[in-house]
């Protein structure tokens, strides 16, 4: 039933974005406004590029139906999820039939798991299309530390400038990786909060980040970390430095959850997130890998986290 | 009540730039005549692209304000300063609250500190940007020394090109850095006269340099500064070379203070760079680290050492 | 030493245009924010088309300097007005030696007065005119009533779809004229607010009309206005209608004054559009026809009127 | 061996045209320095588009030497003249043999005689061909009165903001025509003097008229030639009020020379522009139809004048 | 008073280039029928990018006047050059202030010697630029022997396409260099004569090479010189061999004078180059690195030399 006013915590959010035309605040309202979370600023999204990314059987043989991209579009919709994002083939797959029953974000690049190279996506749909297929927003994804990093910021540069231009707002998935960087400064808090940093200077409207771990691997940051005494213990202190560090919580972030894992965990980390300000979560395998029932369980109880 | 005249100072300049057309020379005026130093001829801006460039921690945990884009733009509007530069992100997240009062630069180009790389920088933004914006210039940085540097004088040269079109100037910061010079080169004196001069040949209205040191770093120059006894004890020694290597004074040409440091330091710098018959300073770091009511004073503290 | 700074008021009025990009309102802060009334809310505004409209005989023989473009340019300066608005020839004339003294407005479409036909001006400039003269805005004067307004409306819809993007506002001149409507007409209150409206509508940011005359024109208006009671016996009461009709005063309404006439008469309707809420006046042959020492005084008493 | 110095005369009528890039002054200049005039700011140009015009047999055979291209051109060179215009037919024939030897003039629109319909030339050219051709100049006629004049406004609009782009100046003949204008009004001071005045406000580096003739024609005109005792009786008064008209003198305006007639008349004629201030002819049908050496010692003649 | 009459040879010349659109003739014709040398079939340019490529201090401080890019234009005007060369920052500096004074080329490749890579310039200016400036022509650099030529070749391919469409000719700086070739083969007379060929069949329209030297560097090429006899041992001997290289003599060559010498080894070595049938000099350090007086009588003399 749907009386959706649009509430005050959102017209704030949307306050932020002053610059842009009414047509990206409107995009940004769809999702914002959308779902069991709509209206409380909060976002849970599904995404479903792991079949790109991974290849099928990694991803969906732990729960078959999910080889059927109709799978993921009623599982978003049923759970009430604030929009569904994956790449144009499973978006072209049931665009028309799920029309107006969630928004949706259209990746616009992704890399697979074949070719051996410096870390750096394909770019492997269009403004165009995200406008064909009806999607509230564009995504893509950046991976700092790559030594092909400039090439992928040439490519969003582009694209949000073209996205804009047509009402649409951009997501940005800000992974650091690459020759830059060794695996332990992947997920490091000073590496993720700049990675957001970067998304936000590149124009994102929404960034999204994993979840930092309890390390700082820059020299020159652990410096000031130490200095200014920025607390990293807890998952919730890392959470806050990273929205901070997203123009001080004046662009929305959102948090992945990574790695399939048990319900507890999920759920812990999930906790943590809501508690250091996270405006959600962008939740894939721990959702579509599960049985359905359970996905829809989980990501109930998640947003009842959030909405608290 | 605003009575901002066109000085004959502001005349002089514009009249250096005389292939220009009207539009470019508009907005050259635009911040000539901004701000506290306001027709006088000299310039002070403030540039904030080091949440991008250092990461967010290190930029903006010394005063934690700056984590907020418009604390930047209340800064640059308060202190009077001549214009304010950002990359997109920091500008779009103020550009509609803060239109028309402070001049912006739409910094085009940006490296992060994450991926291990000859120093190239990624196209961040575009000329469609600025002009969406309302900034009076464009900002971009070139690494002369860098094997990259074809890279970057070819975007600017097509950046400059379709700014000047639409009636934009161009400001380059030039720094010399990259694997065909050693970090003593960096700053040295015949380095920095050259950086000056090849930002004028690539079109730059408007050169930053870094304060030049005491230091001649190529063997050719070596014998050409003793042969003539070019002066370089000094920095107003320094300063007053690399004004004349910038087409004999006839560009603007800026000195950026680099690191943060103690208040006595920078002025007494800035009273040699002023000295020198340099065009004014761009100061970041040692204006956004400092608790709002010091930065304040720090630049009205400059502005005075350029005004007289 | 110059220090605008943006007024509560000038904030206010731009908050009205928050669909617009910031270069938009950037480009309308220019002009609320020069010259004598920078700040107010008002505006003077010094247009010069005559000598395309009318003839540069008619125009310039009662004040010969006026026949040297550079004469209104040094006008508009002196006199403190907010802009200076003419066709492609005048501004080409004198925006590099005048480049940041004044807003400029680029008239984009004119009529000459030999040829005989159904009231259309010619386009004759472009938005890439106005940007790489430096413009503030672009001008355009549609004449509704005329059988060829559709021509008129389809030019400007593209023409303001072009400015906004690249961040340039738009005037509208609007004047009822044409087979449609008897010479009566055409400045009768009903119509002139109609016409105001039509600009609104058409996407104006300011709307330039001509003082409507005690006159109600169209039938289905007078049963209406009768009805009502709505006053228009003076002409405070007439523009204070068409101010409510332009969006009950959320888009800028400003007033020209027609034929040249003696100064009590201009003073006198100044303080009427004062009284009712007009947002300034544009001031051709009044001004430029009088002798320079008695233009200066005439204006500087219209501003007096605005300002207190 | 070549001594073209640009005199301190050209280079203050180039000053008059600070807008424009230096490629347009360049041209300018090329015209101004050429020829037995060069240096002196006047100018004698031959222009041939009488075959299109009036047809092959009316303009050439009078002087049958003229049906061939390379005729006029060779004309033009041993002459002296500043510059030779036509239309992309003739120039084609020759450009390539006379190369480098007398700046050309490319014009961009001509008419026919044989279809009946209100006076509006066909584009018969573009800014590319004067490239390809090595042309210092665009040429293009309008007709103020006709009522198809949007028409010619809307391409010469286009067609100028091309030719300035690439460095080329535009000439326009002005020609008063059309169903809004009787026959004795086309050579009327008023009219002229407007035809003037449009060409200039439509952006024309060089405006051409024909000498006005001693009727005022529109009746608001009237009244502001007696009441400002504006004195036309000689044709020296007329072509100083046109002048005056272009600028107050500050744009180029060249006076036609019309229908053959005898040597006597022409000089006269000649005298009374120079003393008038006008900056020249331009002579077709009077130098191409009359015999070679005629017509050789008719421009020396003219060109005498001017140099007086 | 300009009498700039197009000799048999200039025409002779042109006619070599039948190809060629007359856009491109008109402005080979500008720079051969300009300056002292005019319409001998002789050139002396004035080439001033050592700022770019030598670095400011090494390029002006033996006469510091250089550093002002005014000095350059008026040099070449007074000393009666055929064309002055630079890139785009020297040329945009004066070029509405030169305007129509002396030929200009815009060099739109540089190297700056601070980057240590295999010999490859950065493109720095455009084809519109050289519009847009009123050029008479490009100028590039390839270096033959760089393992980057192929991009160089690229660039110019495209380059000259371009020019040639917009009625501008090319010039060629041929200079052997990069890892290919040893350092005393840089300047050999095999390897200069087929630097001279490969720029010709580039399209180049003007080449320019260093004078040869008595070495024959390539082994294959030894033979065939020793076989046929080919003299090498004066350079008027050597130059005959390159201007007999380029199309034999139909095309334009010129050679550079290198690094600053004393007077008479400038005048010995020009003598040879007249004497081989060499087009005339390209002349930077030689002159500009002289006190005015001096560089002016060293011009005249080399002028002398060629035109007797």
């Known amino acids: ?27 940004l309202a769809r999702m914002l406004n959308h779902g069991t979370l709509g209206g409380t600023g909060k976002m849970v999204i599904l995404p479903v590029d792991q079949g790109f990314e991974h290849g099928p059987t990694r991803s969906f043989a732990p729960n078959p139906p999910g080889y059927d991209p109709d799978y ?24 028309a039939r799920f029309a107006g029953q969630v928004p949706t974000i259209l990746k616009l690049n992704n890399s697979d798991s074949l070719a051996k190279m410096e870390p750096c996506p394909a770019v492997t749909g269009s403004v165009k299309d995200a406008l064909r297929l009806g999607c509230a927003a564009i995504g893509f994804t950046i991976y700092p530390g790559s030594s092909a990093r400039n090439t992928m910021y040439d490519e969003i540069r582009e694209l949000i400038l073209e996205a804009r231009e047509h009402g649409l707002p951009t997501v940005i998935w800000s992974y650091p990786r690459g020759s830059g960087l060794a695996k332990e400064g992947e997920q490091a808090i000073d590496v993720t909060a700049y990675a957001a940093q970067i998304a936000c200077q590149l124009g994102a409207h929404v960034v999204k980040v994993k979840p930092p771990k309890d390390v700082v ?26 929205v901070q560090s997203s123009f001080n919580g004046r662009r929305i972030v959102i948090f992945s959850g990574g790695e399939a894992k048990d319900t507890q965990s999920v759920l812990a980390e999930v906790k943590e997130i809501a508690a250091g300000g996270g405006f ?18 989980l990501l109930a109880d ?6 608290s």
Chains 1, 2, 3, 4, 5 share one sequence.
């Open 1 to 27: 039933m749907s009386t959706t006013k649009t509430t005050e915590r959102v017209k704030q959010i949307l306050s932020w974005y002053g610059s842009d035309n009414p047509g990206v605040l409107t995009n």
């Open 217 to 242: 691997y820059q020299d020159e940051a652990k410096k000031v970390f130490e200095k200014f005494n920025i607390p990293t213990k807890t998952l919730a202190d890392r959470v806050r430095h990273v």
């Open 302 to 307: 998640v947003m009842k986290i959030y909405h």
């Open 280 to 297: 959600g979560s962008i939740m894939g395998r721990n959702a579509f890998q599960r049985p359905r029932a359970e996905a829809l369980q």
């Open 72 to 95: 993921h579009y009623q599982l978003a919709i049923d759970a009430g999820c604030n929009a569904y994002a994956a790449p144009l083939g499973f978006l072209d797959a049931g665009a």
